[in-house]
């Protein structure tokens, strides 16, 4: 007797997008958790394991409200290979961490070099031929996540097999996931930044933010009198002033406060 059977295969089905972003939305310290497990799920569906920093510039570990640290606990990475990610000295040479300093969307970055969304305007990268000697893997595809106040994150995603190229996963990446990161990350230091270190909120004058660009330039006070057609007098009264409303204790740190704030920048003056 002929019979007829069905097969069932189960899968896993991508969450709806706003459902995701809900998912991984942290108000408080006792959501990071439940938060982190829910963004592991959905890189894990895709094939892929995940390495989160908020601090490229400290590289300090993502802790939940216990303490336990996001990238081991949560993310399922070994200490062994988090070490060289967490040293000072070669982080510095970290050509994935590098590239994350310069690009503001999701990245492709391999032995071959560095490939986005868009055409790069920088100079080329070129080869980097120990690429994976530095990182552990052949390729990852990185989520740079800039904070305010100049802080600057990362989201490292590699293939499960640390020998695999990335190409095909780049291109059909899901338009949710960097999303998703960046909501995870951003709600993590909203709730964990050490606020003694942060700019007070203020309003410079324009010619305050003048003399700071000048200064951020190389300028001294008497080539800045010179450019602005003022007295030097009045350029040391409008950079003490700019101190005073930064709560700055010298120059350089006024200069520091004034870009974490966007007051000045790479374009500037």
Sequence with gaps: MATNVLELHRFDRAPDPRALIDLVTVRDRAAIL??????????????????????????????????????????GWDEDTLAPWQCRERALHNPVLRACRMESEPFLIDGSGVRGIWADPLPARGSQGDFAARTGFAAAIVVP????????????????????????????????????IRRFVRGYV????DTRYLPPACQLSPREVECLSWIAQGKTDYEISIILGCSHAGVRYHITRACERLNAVNRAQSVFRASQLGYIGPGAP
């Design 34 to 75: 439940p938060a982190a497990l829910g963004l592991a799920r959905e890189v894990r569906r895709l094939g892929l394991r995940l390495m989160l920093w908020d601090d490229l510039s400290s590289l300090a570990p993502m802790v939940d409200a216990s303490g336990a640290a996001l990238n081991s606990a949560v993310f």
């Design 145 to 180: 996540v800039h904070l305010p106040f100049g802080q600057i994150g990362a989201a490292v995603l590699s293939a499960a097999d640390p020998a695999a190229g990335l190409d095909d996963v780049f291109d059909t990446l899901p338009d949710t996931l960097a999303p998703a």
């Design 190 to 193: 909203g709730l964990c930044r």
